[in-house]
């Protein structure tokens, strides 16, 4: 049955934590993928990642800092993923993040960071030649789990907004090999920050600040099978609104932050220990915006727990 | 069927929530709201005030206005009338904004380009780094680099030009006694009436001496400035507050004496605040001659200190050897115990910082690309002063009491920090991580206790009924620094003390200058 199971499971899982560091912007790719997990099946992962970034772009400038040297932001995190239906899961996220600069004066901070909690539905599927071609619908919606400050850049935890997000999925799969697709919206908060009055590109009197929404495409491709997993995956995404950091500024919670990245993840299934499975991977900003260069590596261990009655023979 | 159900509902609902729902998304500047101005008292008496650096107001010039029954003057009647037969959204609305004052909104306009131009410049490719030149402002880094005394010095010169051009136009409005438009047939008042004789207008007088000032101080914003001031004009005509006569002859009036104020700007040796690579070597060689760690830059690459010199510009409220009567003495000595005691108080601050500790220093960061510490405070009196009903020419005297006190104090401040040029807690230990920026000068005595102590006896004095309001947020920004882990506590304390004495002269000058509390 575990076999089984695993022609579903091995890729609901990827990557969570491409937590991409300046940017802040969560991209869970778990929900970015075609993968569904059956009813009363619990998936459980423990992920870390490390990423860091010497350069940054200050608009479009591209520059390193001699007072924040290497930027680095550790991630632990625990996450979930539950079969409501076969066709409908829930999935959680609960990240712990740590950042950290290298020169210069300023601490670096930690604290739990956004619980994420998403839903998702597999719409349609279809069989198109010798492929299966299906269509999901996936809504997020994050939460800050802590009072950090999002003021704080470069070394803020997170950029403290409420969000909620819906992505659309279509995926076509012929044997081994698997292409992907996906666009997302991500509706963000207003955000509450330390101080009452903020400049952007003019004096704000408030201590509340507009945070433009987010859009996300994605493109992924590569090889599946019952133990092993690979793939790329080439993601843009755009900060609707918000201004550029100014030269020998510092960042802010509302910069318009955009950001070309590609990636590579891999995952592996034991055939002896059943439901036991290794995830890893890394990310590269190509290309940003008031964003750091940031590149990521993450692995993670995850198990499968079958509360399915009918899997007791 | 329930499950299909499920599963159409529930995308529905939640692309509804993320597509259509405002999801909190409405940030309200506080200052946007503010009530038309409508003075308590309009300080008819304002031309015997005692006016900072003009002597006497008739020797500028101001002709007699037109007759009331010149053709002149009924075209600027009908320019009025034209306005008012069909004012558009965007007109209403700058009646709106420029309505609530003309100080206050110059000086959030001032705090606005402060924060603008409160930026560092970036270094060159071998590491050294560039100065702002008021000769070719454009070029980067683009003239002024507005940090904290220089923006001290910005407030108090906008500020007091604007105090002595309205004293000025007291004297004017008295002599020709004019009404304003809005109390003849056919204009309409579209903000409140006052009493007050309209010619010269005051509103003009006010933009004439910031255009005319800030020309000196941000000349890369010339242009908007002016688009500023042009957009007052043109609100006075639309309200019926004043025909263009009186504003033509406020905005002349406000102009001429600006220039007595740019007159002593240019030689009150702020120019020369930024030293020469010679004299910052010296700074080191004065505190090492004494035996004392002497301050390094903490800055990759280092940075020449900020504007060493400051201590040396000519003050408002005193002469120059108050400056050196009113320095503290020295700080605790490097090898002394107690500087120890200190080093180790500020690396448990940095350490162990509670998140209210954070909240504290972030509040009062007021680092680069803000409107600083002197912008803060003027923003709180704003907040106050906004509730008091004053005359435009009070609001101009209590914020030239305030931004006086804070040009001083920033040079008292400044003179004793290069004068014991003494290093940074995280330069005598570097385990000492900070919770902000850590500032670009030395450390005794901190600049934010001297800047809100300073502000806090004034506008305690100006506000009595706020009790220890002032006091309390000034003990605030002070700790703020270090909790930030930026600062010994003797930077603070001491720096609270001379903040204060500092404050006390415009106290006194407040006590005689004519306007009552």
Redo the contacts between chains.
């Keep these: 049955m575990i076999k089984f199971l695993r022609l579903y499971f091995n890729r609901y899982f990827v990557v969570i934590c491409f937590l991409s560091l300046c940017s802040k912007i969560a991209n869970a790719q778990t929900n970015a993928d075609a993968l569904m997990i059956p009813q009363n099946v619990f998936c459980g992962e423990l992920m870390y990642d490390h990423s860091s970034w010497q350069n940054y772009w200050e608009g479009t400038f591209k520059r390193n800092n001699?007072?924040i040297g290497t930027l680095t932001n550790n991630t632990y995190s625990v996450m979930g993923n539950y079969g409501i239906?076969n066709?409908?899961d829930v999935l959680f996220g609960i990240p712990y993040v740590t950042t950290n600069a290298s020169?210069?004066?300023?601490?670096?901070q930690s604290g739990f960071q956004d619980l994420s909690i998403s839903?998702k539905?597999l719409?349609f599927q279809t069989e198109i030649g010798k492929g299966i071609f299906s269509l999901h619908?996936i809504?997020e919606g994050t939460i800050p789990l802590s009072?950090y400050?999002p003021?704080?850049l470069p070394v803020s935890i997170g950029l403290h907004s409420?969000t909620?997000?819906?992505r659309g999925l279509v995926n076509y799969q012929t044997g081994r090999f698997f292409v992907a697709g996906a666009a997302q919206?991500v509706?963000?908060?207003?955000i509450t920050?330390?101080?009452?009055?903020?400049?952007t590109t003019?004096?704000?009197?408030?201590n509340?600040?507009?945070m433009p929404n987010v859009t996300n495409f994605l493109f992924s491709t590569g090889f599946r099978s019952l133990q092993f997993n690979a793939e790329a995956i080439i993601s843009q995404t755009t900060t609707h609104g918000g201004f550029d950091i100014?030269?020998?500024?510092?960042p802010f919670p509302s910069n318009e932050m955009n950001m070309t990245t590609a990636g590579l993840l891999f995952k592996y299934s034991f055939s002896k220990v059943a439901g036991l499975e290794l995830t890893a991977g890394g990310n590269h900003v190509l290309d940003g915006r008031n964003v750091g260069q940031t590149t990521d590596f993450f692995g993670g261990v995850l198990y499968l727990f079958d509360f399915s009655k009918k899997d007791k023979k | 069927m329930k499950?299909h159900i499920?599963?159409i509902v529930?995308?529905v609902a939640?692309?509804a929530?993320?597509?259509l729902?405002s999801?909190?998304?409405?940030?309200?500047?506080?200052?946007s709201s503010y009530a038309a101005l409508t003075p308590s008292n309009i300080d008819l008496n304002a031309d015997t005030w005692k006016p900072v650096l003009i002597t006497d107001p008739s020797v500028f010039t101001v002709a007699a206005p037109d007759a009331v029954t010149s053709p002149a003057y009924v075209a600027d009647l009908n320019e009025i009338k034209a306005y008012q037969s069909s004012l558009t959204s965007d007109q209403k609305a700058i009646i709106q904004y420029w309505s609530a004052g003309a100080v206050l909104r110059w000086n959030?306009i001032l705090?606005?380009l402060v924060?603008?131009h409160n930026?560092?410049?970036?270094q060159n490719a071998d590491g050294t780094y560039p100065a702002p030149s008021s000769t070719n402002p454009f070029a980067?880094p683009q003239f002024p680099f507005s940090n904290p005394p220089y923006a001290a010095r910005a407030y108090a010169y906008v500020s007091a030009a604007q105090y002595d051009a309205l004293i000025a136009a007291y004297h004017f409005k008295k002599l020709y006694n004019r009404a304003a438009p809005y109390n003849l047939a056919g204009v309409q008042a579209l903000i409140p009436k006052s009493a007050l004789p309209s010619y010269p207008s005051e509103d003009a007088v006010v933009a004439g001496a910031t255009v005319e000032i800030m020309k000196l101080l941000f000349p890369t914003e010339i242009a908007y400035i002016e688009q500023k001031a042009a957009e007052e004009i043109q609100y006075r005509i639309m309200a019926g507050a004043n025909v263009r006569g009186e504003l033509t002859a406020g905005e002349s009036l406000g102009s001429q004496v600006a220039d007595v104020f740019a007159a002593r700007a240019r030689a009150d040796n702020a120019g020369k605040a930024i030293g020469t690579p010679a004299e910052w070597t010296q700074l080191q060689v004065n505190t090492a001659a004494k035996g004392e760690a002497y301050w390094i830059s903490?800055?990759?690459?280092s940075r020449p200190p900020m504007l060493p010199l400051f201590g040396k510009v000519i003050p408002f409220l005193f002469d120059t050897t108050t400056v050196k009567a009113l320095r503290p003495g020295p700080p605790n000595l490097t090898n002394s115990d107690a500087f120890k005691k200190e080093v180790a108080e500020v690396l448990s601050y940095?350490q162990n910082?509670t998140?209210e500790h954070?909240?504290q220093v972030?509040?009062w960061?007021d680092?680069?690309?803000?409107?600083t510490p002197p912008g803060?405070w003027n923003?709180i009196a704003e907040t106050e002063f906004v509730k008091q009903n004053y005359s435009e020419v009070r609001w101009a005297r209590n914020y030239a009491l305030l931004n006086m006190a804070e040009m001083d104090v920033a040079i008292c401040c400044w003179d004793t920090k290069y004068y014991y040029f003494n290093q940074r807690p995280?330069q005598a230990n570097p385990n000492?991580?900070?919770?902000t920026?850590?500032p670009n000068f030395p450390s005794y005595t901190s600049g934010h206790s001297n800047f809100s102590a300073a502000a806090a006896t004034v506008l305690t004095y100006l506000l009595p009924d706020r009790g220890t309001k002032f006091t309390d947020l000034a003990n605030q920004a002070a700790m703020s620094r270090l909790y930030g882990?930026i600062h010994y506590r003797s930077d603070v304390e001491v720096g609270l003390t001379t903040g204060a004495a500092v404050g006390q002269y415009a106290v006194k000058r407040a006590q005689s200058d004519g306007a009552g509390n």
Aim: glycine share 6%; proline share 5%.
């Design positions: 001699g007072n239906t066709k409908l020169r210069g004066t300023l601490k670096g839903l539905w719409a619908a809504a009072n400050e003021n704080f409420t909620a997000s819906l919206y509706q963000r908060s207003d920050i330390d101080q009452d009055a903020y400049y003019e004096e704000i009197y408030s509340k600040v507009y100014r030269k020998n500024d510092m | 499950r499920l599963y529930l995308p939640l692309s929530i993320v597509f729902g999801c909190n998304k409405t940030v309200i500047d506080r200052t959030e705090r606005d924060a603008k930026l560092p410049p970036y980067y903490l800055e990759s690459p940095s910082p998140r954070q909240e972030e509040f960061a680092g680069a690309g803000t409107y803060h923003a995280t000492i991580k900070t919770l920026g850590i882990a």
